[in-house]
DNA sequence: TATTGTTATACTCTATAACTATA
DNA sequence: TATAGTTATAGAGTATAACAATA
């Protein structure tokens, strides 16, 4: 007679919806990501905006927010950490936006940062064939065109980036 | 003489990153689900614990969060929240859990759920050709189990699914 | 001893409104 | 009038600690 073992194994109605299967995915990701930039004591959002601010020097920090789907508001607090942190200068560029660089020590910092965001996506991206990633990455690009479509969602909130 | 425009196009450093892009694709997807379940007056963790509890009659809210990635205590103020408006009951099923139950209410509010649900991802990933679609699902399968992989994450929160 | 439900609480990211200064 | 930076504040999701009752 076998002894009944209790199966806790729930049955999953989104075990075939791609949208969540590729929520929970991310999840994953964003958390080994955020493991990852803990290291540097970095949150995900300060790694983003300082790789952002590499590739783009004298940009201003609304700028850099519209692209991140981040509000300007709400970039306020994470550009004034980094620049107590001597991560990044601000000064002005005219009478009211501030053109942002890297310093020294930030240049240094996103070595470690695009070291670390490289093993992650080797980590979890890695085995996959060139081709499907292509397929991927258009996919997204799709994905992201359609959100002015029928759906007619809001530019600006459609694609926040930091929290997990 | 050409009228300068002023092409406010940074270069974006994660524009080859898979694992960024998905995120972003994610987000869309989940603002698009926000919207259409605010329809309905629910949050996305609201459809889907209510999604899991149809699938599971009975099962307890502990096991719903384990499933989906949600702490306990995180549970407690969504399922009496659910069950202050009639749409599931918790009857005791033993001296410390409750077994969930959908009312009447909450299997015709499923229906609804179900169909926003499939709207989203219809419109979002109905054009991918079924092969595509199957990589894509494995694709997210194989990340998940790599989460308890090199990166060592805590099972446990690798894995919330509320917040877009 | 482990599990379930619970309260209280803190932290993060996101959102809106409103203000100032400048283009 | 539109834009950049800012402050204050509220909301949602997630986190830990602690407790009582039960298995």
Redesign the pocket.
């Known amino acids: 007679m076998l002894t009944e073992t209790k199966t806790?194994t729930l049955a999953d109605p989104l075990d075939d919806v791609l949208g969540y299967q590729l929520r929970r995915a991310m999840l994953v990701t964003m958390t080994a990501l955020t493991d990852s930039y803990e290291e540097l004591d970095l949150?995900?959002?300060e790694a983003i905006i300082l790789r952002f601010v590499g590739a783009n020097p004298g940009c201003?920090?609304?700028?850099i927010g519209r692209a991140l789907?981040?509000?300007?508001?709400?970039?306020?607090?994470?550009?004034?950490g980094l620049e107590a942190r001597s991560l990044l200068i601000?000064p002005p560029?005219?009478?009211?936006?501030?053109a942002l660089f890297l310093t020294e020590a930030g240049k240094e910092l996103l070595k470690h940062i695009q070291s670390a965001g490289d093993a992650i996506e080797q980590h979890f991206f890695g085995d996959i064939a060139p081709d499907t990633r292509n397929t991927l990455l258009e996919l997204c690009r799709n994905v992201r065109a359609k959100a002015e479509g029928t759906f007619g969602l809001p530019g600006?909130?459609v694609n926040?980036?930091?929290?997990?």
Chains 1, 2 share one sequence.
């Open positions: 806790e949150k995900v959002s201003n920090q609304s700028a789907g981040v509000k300007r508001t709400n970039m306020v607090p994470i550009v004034a601000r560029a005219d009478g009211r936006s501030n600006g909130s926040a980036i930091t929290n997990p």
